[in-house]
Each structure stands twice: as structure tokens, then as C-alpha cells.
T-cell receptor, first 115, second 116 residues
Framework: SQQGEEDPQALSIQEGENATMNCSYK?????LQWYRQNSGRGLVHLIL?????REKHSGRLRVTLDTSKKSSSLLITASRAADTASYFC???????????????FGEGTQLTVNP | DSGVTQTPKHLITATGQRVTLRCSPR?????VYWYQQSLDQGLQFLIQ???????AKGNILERFSAQQFPDLHSELNLSSLELGDSALYFC???????????????FGEGSWLTVV
């Protein structure tokens, strides 16, 4: 079963604009990871944010985490056509769970960046 | 390139058959995970191995089995295949010790399985 939901399901923007994708989850987490997937290809890791962190940056990516609201957001600034892909958030459960360290994925956001 | 290698990349087989998917984790990674991605179910966790032992089990069917060998490569065996087993199967790996220590989990390119 999916841990959370992503919002929006699809997003279409123009090159140069910022793209914001949101992710909500249901249970306590140890960390949350964002991935990108080009159509039919592998999952590329973008960024990991731990439960005790509130914000992380990596290049044009900014991720926030609000554990009180059980939500995270991914911001891509100055988007490019090459950013067109599906973006997934995935959580790793908190301590005490017997779920190992597996990722539980959201349903993903399909981002289209138009040239 | 994530460093996780999966073979074969594409596989077409008939219903009722058995296939084996192979995964080589990143150098130094002890944990291997298997995931299934299908249009109707999304990305589903199947199973995790850590240093040769099963660590966690997800939505893995009884017709499916996996193992991790002493050299840390892993195989996912799918038997009595049905049309609904057609999906993209991912292997992933991480250094991971126990219960999510905050290690990045890296994915391979996946093995496309088509059951006809």
C-alpha cells in the first residue's frame, strides 16, 4: 500500500518557472527521500531529508519537511525541459518498526516543463 | 549511473513460466531491496535482504522468491507467471545497517518483464 499522497498528480509549467510538488505521509518516519523517474527508466535519487531536519538544498532543488503535518515539499527552481519526469517521495519508517529500512512510495507527480 | 546493476533489462515470457532477475548492488552496500512497479499498483516493496538474510517482507506473492548470495548479489525468482505480473522490477541497494539509519537507497534501471 502507498504511504502517502502526492499533490498535484500532474503539473505543467514553462521553462524558467518554479515547480513545487507536495507529499503527505501517514506514519512516523526516519527519513524521506525524493526520486525522479524518466519515462520507463530507473529511479534517480535526488535528496534525502532526515526526520530531525526541516530543509535541505541541492543545486536547484529545495526540500522541506514538516513532521508535525506529516508533509514534505520539493521545489525545483528555474525549471528546464530536461526536468520533465515523474517525481516520487518515499519514506523510511521510524524506529521501532519492523519494516526494515524499506521505502514506501507515494503515487508520484508527473512534471512537464514546456520549452 | 547508480552503481546498481540489473539483468536482464527486458524479458518476454509466456504465462506459467519461471524467470530469474539478477541484481548486483553498489560496491559496499549490504542491503538489497526488490520493488515492483506497475501501472495499477504503483511502486510496491517486495522484499529486503541484509547481508544474506531476509530483513523485511512486503507485498511479495508466494509464487515469488528471492535470495541474497554471499557475494551480496541477489536474485528474484518469479514462477507460474501470470499476465498481471507484467511490470518493471527494480532492485535497490544501500549501505544500511538496521531500520533506516538515513542512508540513501539507490535504484537500478529495472528489468522490464512482459508476460504474454
Amino acid at each position: 500500500s502507498q504511504q502517502g499522497e502526492e499533490d498535484p498528480q500532474a503539473l505543467s509549467i514553462q521553462e524558467g518557472e518554479n515547480a513545487t510538488m507536495n507529499c503527505s505521509y501517514k506514519t512516523s518516519i526516519n527519513n524521506l527521500q525524493w526520486y525522479r523517474q524518466n519515462s520507463g527508466r530507473g529511479l534517480v535519487h535526488l535528496i534525502l531529508i532526515r526526520s530531525n531536519e526541516r530543509e535541505k538544498h541541492s543545486g536547484r532543488l529545495r526540500v522541506t519537511l514538516d513532521t508535525s503535518k506529516k508533509s514534505s515539499s520539493l521545489l525545483i527552481t528555474a525549471s528546464r525541459a530536461a526536468d520533465t519526469a515523474s517525481y516520487f517521495c518515499a519514506t523510511v519508517g521510524g524506529w521501532g518498526e519492523t519494516s526494515g529500512s524499506r521505502l514506501t512510495f507515494g503515487e508520484g507527480t508527473q512534471l512537464t516543463v514546456n520549452p | 549511473d547508480s552503481g546498481v546493476t540489473q539483468t536482464p533489462k527486458h524479458l518476454i515470457t509466456a504465462t506459467g513460466q519461471r524467470v530469474t532477475l539478477r541484481c548486483s548492488p553498489r560496491s559496499g552496500d549490504l542491503s538489497v531491496y526488490w520493488y515492483q512497479q506497475s501501472l495499477d499498483q504503483g511502486l510496491q516493496f517486495l522484499i529486503q535482504y541484509y547481508n544474506g538474510e531476509e530483513r523485511a517482507k512486503g507485498n511479495i506473492l508466494e509464487r515469488f522468491s528471492a535470495q541474497q548470495f554471499p557475494d551480496l548479489h541477489s536474485e528474484l525468482n518469479l514462477s507460474s507467471l501470470e499476465l498481471g505480473d507484467s511490470a518493471l522490477y527494480f532492485c535497490a541497494s544501500s549501505v544500511d545497517v538496521i531500520r533506516g539509519t538515513g542512508n540513501t537507497i539507490y535504484f537500478g534501471e529495472g528489468s522490464w518483464l512482459t508476460v504474454v
